[in-house]
């Protein structure tokens, strides 16, 4: 796969788009404890309903850029945009049930791990990263383990659920790389319609197959559900997915890990959950690896700016 092009330097939107998405994915955990459902049928709800709002806007909004991903050279991004939802719907089939095998702190840690494989795609794509930024990576996914409080599970099943989260990083990972690519030259709904409606197609086959139920569910676990839709899915994920035109995929892997301590203080003020104090710490780390990782990377690109393509002043419709 080669290196996706150069992108333009993120602007003040940009900016509170990121921030708006920690916030927004800060909500999903607490939301989904709350909620009386399986966590998958969670994860279809939230998916098939958020296309559901995007779709009308979409088709109405974007038919031709929906024709031109059916055609000549438009196949390879429409490509991008269907294994972005395979990804997604991996993680999501993955990680989530990890929390039901092993302990949902050493779920959350080894899932935390997704910038360090987003790193290694980074580096497959030929794209070389400066030291700094794994020496930020490395402290933010030390921070997101103490955050989580990582334990080691003994049984057979733990052990499956270890194995089932680290593999849910990787996805994770491969759905942010593989959304990278889509979003430089596919608006941000065009590619968000059809990267959830494959994730939510795939996890409604899981569930089928699985016997997971999908419905029955009390007022409360819907209003749950529609809550993870606004904010988790369509303020988070869809904001996130806009800031790859202009942040790397690397950087956008470390920022989602601010979810860890967000979550953390949610559940505190909603759910009475009071962080432990080495959970301090580790928030600590984990928002200093980040400052490194994005303060750092900006600097290095910097300096190899002279070498790079120039970009087209004039911006692309979203």
Known sequence: MSPPPHRPSPDLLTTGAVGLAVVAVSS????????????LAIAFWRNLLAVAVLSPFSLARRRAEFRRLTVGAGRREGLFCVLAGVALAGHFATWVPSAQLTSVATSTALVATQPVWQGLIARAQGRRLPRVVWIGIAVAVGG????????????????????????GGVFAAGYTAFGERARA??????YTTICYGICALILLLVCLVGGVRLTGFDGHTWLAILALVAGAQLLGHSMFNYALRKISATTVSVLILLEAPGAALLGWAWLGQLPRPYALVGMALLLVGVAVVVLGGGRAARRVAPTALPTDPTPLAD
Not at 28 to 39: G, H, K, Q, W
Not at 185 to 190: G, L
């Open 28 to 39: 999903s955990a607490p939301l989904i404890a709350y909620a009386a459902a399986p966590a």
């Open 185 to 190: 030259s596919i608006s941000t709904t065009t």
């Open 144 to 167: 997101a383990a103490i955050t989580t409080g990582t334990d080691v599970g003994v049984s057979g099943a733990a052990v499956l659920g270890d194995v089932l989260a680290l593999t």
